[in-house]
């Protein structure tokens, strides 16, 4: 069974860089999934940030685009999530998640979620 | 982006009930619709992927129902492991939307 694990710095500082890792656990990144990323900030819902596909296709929410960027490294077997410019707004428990391809966003497996909060 | 808008907000019910919580979307959505459980400190789980199949290893006492804007996760006899937070999620339209999750507590 694919298990999902984030790891990345907990507290990053106003207008800097989020980066986050999702390494891939029990299968192949170059499986028949997409990889996406979530996020929660603390005591509320959800947020689809982006997710991608081994041939390197991303789609991302229109509402983060101009901030994000998600990578694949297949040699890794791991995929990554930048957030530039950053504001206390993107405090939040960030999750990476497993979307099988051909269910349209739906997420599978997800990692245990790692949080990160943005102060000075 | 759709907006999905669940009702309750919040629920209390005891071992043993049945519940229901709806979810509507702002436009129809067909029946692209998921429902995700989530406990205290815990990533959601998929519990129910296009309005009514169970994701692997979820008990049948949960069951989904629905199509275009209107659709409803019903449990059955409530379980002491049931008592959690439940999202639902359109993926009809890029970007996938969530929503704002219905909190079911034991009375």
């Known amino acids: 069974q694919v298990q999902l694990q984030e790891s990345g710095p907990g507290l990053v500082k106003p207008s800097g860089t989020l980066s986050l890792t999702c390494a891939v656990f029990?299968?192949?990144?170059?499986?028949?999934?997409?990889w996406s990323w979530v996020r929660q900030p603390p005591g509320k819902g959800l947020e689809w940030i982006g997710e991608i596909y081994h041939s390197g296709s991303t789609k991302y929410n229109p509402s983060l685009k101009s901030r994000v960027t998600i990578l694949l490294d297949k040699s890794k077997n791991q995929f990554s999530l930048k957030l530039n410019s950053v504001t206390a707004a993107d405090t939040a428990v960030y999750y990476c998640a497993r979307v099988p391809v051909m269910t349209g966003s739906t997420l599978a497996s997800w990692g245990q979620g790692t949080l990160v909060t943005v102060s000075s | 982006d759709i907006q999905m808008t669940q009702s309750p907000s919040s629920l209390s019910a005891s071992v043993g009930d049945r519940v229901t919580i709806t979810c509507r979307a702002s436009q129809t959505i067909s029946t692209f619709l998921n429902w995700y459980q989530q406990k205290p400190g815990k990533a959601p789980k998929l519990l129910i992927y296009?309005?009514?199949n169970l994701h692997t290893g979820v008990p049948s006492r949960f069951s989904g129902s629905g199509s275009g804007t209107e659709f409803t996760l019903t449990v059955n006899s409530l379980q002491p492991e049931d008592f959690a937070t439940y999202f639902c999620q359109q993926t009809h339209s890029v970007p996938t939307t969530f929503g704002q999750g219905t909190k079911l507590e034991i009375k």
């Open positions: 296009v309005t009514s």
């Open positions: 029990g299968g192949s990144i170059t499986s028949n999934n997409w």
